[in-house]
Nanobody, 118 residues
Framework: VQLQASGGGLVQAGGSLRLSCTAS????????LGWYRQAPGKQRELVAT???????NYVDSVKGRFTISRDNAKNTVYLQMNSLIAEDTGVYYC?????????????WGQGTLVTVSS
């Protein structure tokens, strides 16, 4: 199983970025997916999730600015981030919550760094 995240970078406050995470080795269409982030000196936190039936959830601080989506044909989950602020700075990780056999497992990507300059 491999999750490859990309799309991070340096952006000015008010700008946009789109993160991508491509998975292999799992039944992607049946997986629940999420983006998490870890700011310097802080714990990792949930940013957004999208289930296999396209239900979405966001942390309050990104509602109205971020959009999570998925393309099952490409085994890819996206995070469109608009109106970025300095507090969005951190390493962003994707996660797949997926069933293997009769058990559920969590798999993580390697992280992609987002830096928002104010």
């Amino acid at each position: 199983v491999q999750l490859q995240a990309s799309g991070g970078g340096l952006v000015q406050a008010g700008g946009s970025l789109r993160l991508s995470c491509t998975a292999s080795g799992i039944i992607f269409s049946r997986s629940d997916l999420g983006w998490y982030r870890q700011a310097p000196g802080k714990q990792r936190e949930l940013v957004a999730t999208i289930t296999s039936i396209l239900a979405t959830n966001y942390v309050d601080s990104v509602k109205g600015r971020f959009t999570i989506s998925r393309d099952n044909a490409k085994n890819t989950v996206y995070l469109q981030m608009n109106s970025l602020i300095a507090e969005d700075t951190g390493v962003y990780y994707c996660k797949a919550h997926t069933m293997v056999g009769i058990r559920w497992y969590d798999y993580w990507g390697q992280g992609t760094l987002v830096t928002v300059s104010s």
